[in-house]
């Protein structure tokens, strides 16, 4: 998880900083994990639990990433992440932790 060293560590579920680059994982998202979000407490826990299976994910096994353009911030590079040739955000997905993106319904507001 990221501190102060901001070159290989997670940022949340969706959010990596890989060889001194922060990465926007596209095609799913995940909840934030701030308080005042629309989720709560719950949304927080989801959150952390989401950035904990992230970083298990990318400590245990070989991935592949591909990169493309920017987000809509500017400031991060939007990237795919495979392992075993599956996209990390499926996998994700599969496991309750993220939704699709941008098309998927942020069912941990409700």
Known sequence: MCGRDRYNCVVDGDTIWLDGRNL???????????DGIC????????AKQASRRLLELLNTNPFIVDTFGL????????AT?????????????EEGLARRWPDGVEWWCS
């Not at 095609?27 to 934030?32: G, H, L």
């Not at 987000?71 to 939007?78: A, Y």
């Open 39 to 46: 989720g709560g407490h719950a949304e927080v826990k989801l």
């Open 71 to 78: 987000d809509n911030t500017g400031e991060r590079t939007l």
């Open 24 to 34: 926007r994982l596209a095609s799913f998202d995940t909840p934030e994990p701030h």
């Open 81 to 93: 992440i495979r392992i075993a040739g599956r996209d990390v955000g499926d996998i994700m997905i």
